[in-house]
């Protein structure tokens, strides 16, 4: 979560939830994250299910796929990245980014062989959990 819009959020789902935050510090988090969700994307090492983030109280289309395409690639003086979005009110960028900091987060994390059972599929083609 960003810690700064949304303190007092985190501040009450923490006490029931256990939460990340996110440091942007100074920008160098969100070019690591913009970095890495280009890269994941760019490379099809992310996939999400068709219509995913749709929301159904829209007649048209506004899922995460259109938001991931219609995000901008934004570079500071500084040479640090950004994802960011047109500001007309139409595009945003919520879901790309909580993606990307899912992402961040999950690849920060050591490999821990207890974390994930990989089995093979089932003869209907689904998964054990």
Same mark, same amino acid.
């Given at each position: 979560?960003?810690?700064?819009? %949304?303190?007092?959020?985190?501040?009450?789902?923490?006490?029931?939830?256990?939460?990340?935050?996110?440091?942007?510090?100074?920008?160098?988090?969100?070019?690591?994250?913009?970095?890495?969700?280009h890269? %994941?994307?760019?490379?099809?090492?992310?996939?999400? /299910?068709?219509?995913c983030?749709?929301? #159904?109280?829209? #007649?048209?289309r506004?899922?995460?796929?259109?938001?991931?395409?219609?995000?901008?690639?934004?570079?500071?003086?500084?040479?640090?990245?950004?994802?960011?979005?047109r500001?007309?009110g139409?595009?945003?960028?919520?879901?790309?980014?909580?993606?990307?900091?899912a992402?961040?987060?999950? %690849?920060?994390? /050591?490999?821990?062989?207890?974390?994930?059972?990989?089995? #093979?599929?089932?003869?209907?083609?689904?998964?054990?959990?």
């Amino acid at each position: 979560l960003d810690e700064w819009q %949304l303190l007092g959020v985190i501040q009450a789902w923490e006490r029931r939830l256990k939460i990340h935050r996110f440091e942007f510090a100074a920008g160098l988090g969100n070019h690591e994250l913009a970095m890495m969700l280009h890269h %994941l994307i760019r490379q099809h090492q992310l996939a999400w /299910p068709a219509g995913c983030g749709q929301r #159904p109280d829209l #007649p048209h289309r506004d899922d995460l796929e259109t938001e991931l395409s219609a995000l901008l690639f934004r570079q500071s003086p500084s040479g640090r990245c950004r994802i960011d979005h047109r500001n007309d009110g139409d595009f945003h960028d919520d879901r790309s980014f909580a993606l990307g900091a899912a992402c961040w987060l999950a %690849l920060k994390q /050591p490999a821990n062989k207890e974390w994930l059972s990989i089995t #093979p599929p089932k003869s209907d083609g689904s998964f054990a959990w």
